[in-house]
């Protein structure tokens, strides 16, 4: 009798605990007194006049890409920037937009399929900055390409691009 008398007052102040709410200790509240960020956010922004370590740009990637879109393509598109820039894209940009820049190219089966970049909409719709910002920062899915490609040469694929797509 004594035993079952300890259970119900035990029951009874479980059950007024779950009713008049638990108080949370300190170490197991962790989760809700966390800073909360948004994945891909900075946690602190960039202090004023200071520059990144590794060379990159402060601007965040949407940001830039904008501001990129309004910069005027500085090489102009002559025979020898449209030669270059076909050697480039052979190199870097065929093995997934093709040869001719359709989107069908030998890597793309595996992955998802990227743009036809001789798409007259596309290209209309994209601007010479643009294409030479995604080139060297990467796309969804296309990687980085300012480590290997220095600003011109990317202005000469643009310029390559432009070509392309004409035809």
């Known amino acids: 009798m004594k035993y079952l008398f300890g259970l119900a007052l ?25 800073v ?17 370590r590794t060379g ?21 598109a002559t025979p020898e920037s449209i ?19 359709k989107g069908d190219g030998t890597v793309s089966p595996k992955f998802i399929p990227p743009p036809d970049v001789t798409n007259a909409t596309l290209q209309k719709q994209r601007t010479d900055g643009f294409w030479q910002h995604v080139i060297g920062t990467g796309g969804a899915v296309m990687p980085a390409y300012g480590e290997a490609l220095s600003p011109e040469e990317r202005w000469h694929l643009v310029n390559y691009l432009r070509s392309i797509a004409q035809k």
């Open 36 to 52: 909360k960020i948004v994945p891909g956010e900075r946690v602190l922004p960039m202090p004023a006049g200071t520059l990144p």
């Open 10 to 34: 035990l029951l009874v102040l479980a059950a007024g605990g779950v009713m008049g709410g638990v108080v949370a200790l300190r170490w197991t509240d962790n989760m809700t007194a966390t």
């Open 83 to 101: 030669t270059t820039g076909k050697a480039l894209f052979t190199i870097y940009c065929a093995p997934c937009h093709g040869p001719a820049g």
């Open 56 to 76: 990159g740009e402060l601007t965040p990637p949407r940001e830039s890409r904008d501001i990129a879109a309004k910069r005027p393509n500085p090489v102009k």
